[in-house]
């Protein structure tokens, strides 16, 4: 499902496949499906909550092999807010993050903004940056509807 996802993206289907298939990746700790989620750009960015600014595909990959060695990534988007044109787009997203504590599962809120280029492989990410929510993020996610299609 996946890899028919991405293969419809580069066939030229909509970012929002291609952002699919990151979330997809997080969740399953899968680096080689999430890097191609990437334009093989040098310029690309990428920042985790609280991290300094990663450029280039080598550090975007250590950053998230690092993140992957404790285990996947469980984040669901939701309030995906879009701007878009022909050949790029900007996705604002709400990141719903289920966190292992001592004292059990606990969930946290990461804004993200998503960028994507139309590439000659179809979308890519070109920049993806995530910062620590708030209490009030957390309260819109708990009104937002189960199902948002």
């Known amino acids: 499902m996946t890899k028919a996802k991405l293969q419809a993206a580069t066939l030229g289907g909509a970012c929002e496949e291609i952002e699919g298939v990151f979330y997809e990746a997080l969740q399953r700790g899968d680096i080689e499906q999430l890097m191609q989620c990437w334009a093989d750009e040098d310029d690309v960015i990428c920042v985790h909550p609280g991290g300094g600014r990663l450029v280039g595909m080598a550090a975007i990959r250590a950053s998230f092999e690092a993140l992957f060695a404790n285990g996947s990534v469980h984040a669901v988007p939701e309030q995906v807010h879009k701007?878009?044109?022909?050949v790029s787009a900007v996705h604002s997203v709400l990141e719903r993050i289920e966190v292992m504590t001592e004292a059990g599962p606990r969930q946290a809120c990461v804004l993200a903004t998503n960028v994507?280029?139309?590439?000659p492989q179809g979308w890519r990410m070109v920049a993806h940056h995530a910062s620590p929510g708030t209490p009030l993020d957390m309260q819109d996610m708990a009104h937002a509807p189960a199902v948002l299609h």
């Open 83 to 86: 701007v878009q044109s022909l």
């Open 116 to 119: 994507y280029h139309k590439t």
